[in-house]
């Protein structure tokens, strides 16, 4: 296993929600944390971010209202609460950890990557 390991995926239906865990091997309390996702032929895009200093939280346009990122320094976990889910959110869920300063936002700024676990949506 390596430093992030995601769970809590599966199939739902449209409207349903589902709680995803990321859990580090490493501290996390000076990284900030992010979740992503990708569906099948597309890049992988932004979801989620946790600043690390003050937690403050950013979503991608698409999931605003709709999920909700959490951190848990003291467990090393990061959680993504994702309620009212659409077929569109069908996808492969990564968590992500980047150095203090990233911006959070961009793939390219994170360090440690999970394996992903997967979450599709029925209609």
């Known amino acids: 296993q390596g430093t992030l390991v995601e769970s809590g995926g599966g199939l739902v239906q449209t409207g349903g929600s589902l709680r995803l865990s990321c859990a580090s091997r490493r501290s996390i309390s000076t990284h900030g944390m992010g979740w992503f996702r990708q569906a099948p032929g597309k890049e992988r895009e932004f979801v989620a971010a946790?600043?690390?200093?003050?937690?403050?939280?950013y979503y991608a346009d698409s999931v605003k209202g709709r999920f909700t990122i959490s951190r848990d320094n003291a467990e090393n976990t990061v959680y993504l609460q994702m309620n009212s889910l659409q077929p569109e959110d069908t996808a492969v869920y990564y968590c992500?950890?980047?150095?203090?300063?990233?911006?959070?936002?961009?793939?390219?700024?994170?360090?440690?990557w999970g394996q992903g676990t997967q979450v599709t949506v029925s209609s």
């Open positions: 992500a950890a980047a150095p203090p300063g990233s911006a959070l936002s961009q793939v390219d700024e994170y360090s440690y």
């Open positions: 946790s600043t690390w200093w003050d937690g403050t939280r």
